[in-house]
């Protein structure tokens, strides 16, 4: 009985696992009837399409063949009504074409060409503006005597000392003059080098505050001041690149840059000149897009030079390209090293940067001063090169030097060669003339008409 039981329950189970089977079957079957029919309405819908695209494709043929011939015969009509061959139709018409279009490209050129000439005009006033705005530094110009005031007249005697020697071993050991006149309670040291000045000037007070003046003294007071200035020198150097924010710097380099304050160029302290340089360089390259931190770098190296033209001589571009180059500055560094005097032309926003900077800061009024016997000795010179040339009838230096006005001859020289002319002035005060900033030559040619009615 219990058996029968069993064999019933597993019955029913098969038959329901039977009828749960057979009612998932037809429901796949339902599924993959429903997807067939689906297929083949995207099959009929490609169809239809394939259909209308051949037809289009047929239509486009037509209208392009339709558009072939009656191109052929609006060729033969011209070539009848003109009496030329299709083929020279043709070529004429490809002319006035290309020139046609030769003129209207020529009209874009010249209005882009206005236009960003306008547009880049507008953007470097900003930027020299802004760079000009933002920075005011102090500045003086060097002058080649110090005065030292002494706290009485006797001590002049005791300067000179017994049959001068005294005043023979200042001058010996530091190279400069000492020059001791009528003028009450002072004394005067003379000498271009600044640094050999300011030894001096720092030695000349310690023996006269100490009041032991004499040879052996002297020497062992030098040797002290000596010491003390390199080791301020150095200290000067690592407290500009500090308040530049320029990070690691080789500590030679360091101390060049401080050697730069006992240096000037055309009465402009070169040391002030390069710290004005690099912060009006750091302004434009941000205002650029560039990085500001290393153009304040290359402007503050790139007259790094400077400091060694006095002991070793030569060019202060490649004494500073050479420094720099040993002690592993970066390439932007380099390249405004030679660019800013025109060695090479500039490859970063930096360096361009540095160049502006240092047009800005040598060129302004009042940055640099000569002589007044040297500067109206460069005029004469450049009056008389100017005057050689054929054709100038005279030339005016103007605006401090800064300017050059040439009047030539019309009926000697051209419009085109007034032009040549100005490039070969230009070219020869490069080559010939030393001078800050840069010169601006004029060449001005006027025609004249003359009658006279009797």
Request: glycine residues 6%; aromatic residues 6%.
């Amino acid at each position: 009985m219990e058996l029968e039981q069993k064999f019933q329950v597993r019955v029913q189970e098969y038959e329901l696992k039977n009828k749960e089977f057979a009612h998932k079957e037809a429901q796949q079957l339902q599924e993959i009837q429903r997807r067939f029919a689906e297929i083949e309405q995207k099959e009929l819908a490609l169809s239809e399409k394939e259909k209308k695209l051949a037809r289009k494709e047929e239509s486009q043929n037509k209208l392009h063949m339709q558009y072939i011939q009656e191109r052929e015969n609006l060729k033969n009509t011209l070539s009848q009504h003109l009496g030329m061959s299709v083929e020279e139709i043709t070529k004429k018409l490809y002319k006035l074409i290309e020139e046609d279009m030769v003129d209207y490209k020529g009209k874009l050129i010249r209005r882009y060409e206005s236009e960003a000439k306008d547009e880049a005009r507008k953007r470097a006033n900003y930027i020299i503006a802004q760079a000009t705005t933002r920075y005011a530094g102090e500045f003086a110009t060097e002058r080649l005597i110090n005065v030292i005031t002494l706290p009485n007249d006797e001590l002049k005697g005791r300067i000179i000392g017994k049959e001068g020697r005294n005043i023979k071993t200042l001058e010996m050991i530091t190279g400069v003059d000492v020059i001791i006149d009528d003028t009450p309670s002072s004394i005067v040291l003379s000498s271009f080098n600044l640094y050999r000045r300011a030894i001096a000037t720092k030695l000349i007070e310690a023996l006269v505050e100490d009041g032991r003046i004499q040879p052996s003294r002297i020497e062992e007071v030098y040797e002290r001041i000596s010491q003390e200035m390199e080791e301020q020198i150095a200290q000067d150097g690592e407290d500009v690149v500090l308040d530049l924010g320029l990070g690691y710097m080789h500590p030679e380099l360091k101390k060049l840059v401080g050697k730069m304050k006992y240096r000037a160029s055309y009465g402009q302290n070169s040391l002030g000149h390069s710290i004005e340089v690099a912060k009006l360089a750091g302004i434009i390259a941000g205002e650029l897009g560039g990085d500001a931190r290393m153009a304040r770098r290359a402007g503050l190296l790139h007259d790094i030079g400077k400091s060694l033209t006095q002991e070793l001589g030569g060019n202060h571009v490649d004494l500073g390209y050479e420094l720099c180059l040993k002690y592993q500055e970066h390439p932007i560094v380099l390249n405004a090293i030679k660019s800013h005097h025109g060695h090479e032309e500039a490859q970063s926003i930096e360096a361009a940067a540095v160049c502006t900077a240092d047009t800005l800061s040598a060129a302004r009024p009042g940055a640099r001063r000569e002589a007044l016997e040297n500067f109206l000795q460069r005029a004469i010179e450049l009056e008389e090169l100017i005057n050689r040339k054929m054709g100038v009838r005279q030339s005016y230096v103007i605006n401090s030097g800064r300017e050059v006005r040439v009047i030539v001859d019309a009926d000697i020289l051209s419009d085109e060669e007034s032009a040549v002319l100005a490039r070969e002035i230009a070219k020869e005060i490069e080559e010939g003339f030393q001078y800050p900033g840069e010169i601006k030559i004029n060449v001005i040619r006027e025609s004249r008409a003359i009658e006279f009615a009797r």
